[in-house]
């Protein structure tokens, strides 16, 4: 018996292990967000100093990656203990406190690792098990390290989001995808070219970047799974999810809009729900609004 005629006599244990494995990846996600822009930044240091030896930039030492060095208490610097590492349960168990010196552990890790759980079942659940299910779970990881790494730094990296864009190809080339290799490549090229056009247009008119290069790599990466008939629906969630969750986060830290905030969340949720619910989104408005 396969793994499909295993999740086809029990559905229900697709979406099951497709949890378990998000709780688990959400603990590894927890030091993605952390650590990639760290990297990005040594990695920053290390080229300038080797670049520009006349300005004496101090480089990183040390080794720093995702591995290395091991998790410790920020406070304290005690090494975190397996048994502490166990996903949202050790959380639980510590009373969100470090074992050693007893300071608080922010929430954010467990409700990161619970929202990656959700959104890997809610995939699983609506899509069943393919391997372009399989692939749509990995979408929603990379999107949500994407996510959380833009709001605390609004920096999208290149590690994510070119990968993502040349996953998106690949699966379109080997037929796994339900998007053709040609509206694949179209959906990049546009995704990418659409935002580069409202960054000039807008810096033109205005002198001011209204957003940066990072956003146009994701929405290529978006175009590349979904396809270009997807971008308009995507541009238009994000947008108005953008323009409201924006506002609310300006007027609770009372600035102005003329404060930059990211737009990559915004986009991530709106691809996101495009990859599962976009052709029902825009069939109900072909139909329903429009009456075609």
């Not at 990639?36 to 040390?62: D, H, N, S, V």
């Amino acid at each position: 018996m396969t793994l499909m005629d295993v999740f086809v006599y029990y559905p229900w244990l697709y979406p099951l292990f497709a949890a378990i494995f998000g709780l688990i990846v959400g603990s590894f996600l927890n030091v993605v967000i952390h650590r990639l822009p760290i990297m990005m930044e040594r990695a920053w240091r290390q080229e300038c100093a080797e670049a520009f030896p006349e300005y004496k930039i101090t480089p990183p030492k040390g080794k720093f990656n995702l591995n290395l060095p091991h998790s410790r208490c920020p406070k304290c610097q005690t090494h975190i203990r397996i048994q502490d590492n166990i996903p949202v349960i050790s959380w639980l168990i510590l009373g969100g406190k470090c074992h050693h010196c007893k300071a608080k552990i922010s929430a954010r890790y467990p409700l990161i690792e619970l929202l990656t759980a959700t959104l890997a079942f809610t995939v699983a659940f609506t899509t069943g098990y393919s391997e372009y299910s399989l692939a749509l779970i990995a979408f929603t990881f990379i999107l949500i390290s994407a996510t959380f790494i833009d709001l605390d730094t609004m920096l999208l990296p290149d590690q994510l989001t070119l990968p993502l864009m040349w996953a998106g190809i690949l699966l379109a080339t080997l037929g796994i995808s339900p998007v053709s290799l040609q509206d694949s490549i179209v959906g990049a090229m546009i995704g990418y070219l659409c935002l580069w056009s409202l960054y000039w247009a807008f810096k033109l008119l205005t002198g001011k970047e209204g957003m940066g290069y990072g956003d146009f790599k994701l929405l290529a990466a978006l175009g590349a799974w979904l396809g270009w008939q997807q971008l308009p629906l995507i541009i238009l969630l994000s947008s108005v999810v953008g323009i409201m969750f924006g506002l609310i986060q300006l007027r609770l830290q009372n600035k102005g809009v003329e404060v930059a905030f990211p737009f990559g969340p915004y986009l991530a949720i709106a691809g996101w729900v495009a990859a599962l619910w976009g052709d029902l989104i825009i069939n109900y408005y072909l139909t329903r609004v429009v009456g075609i």
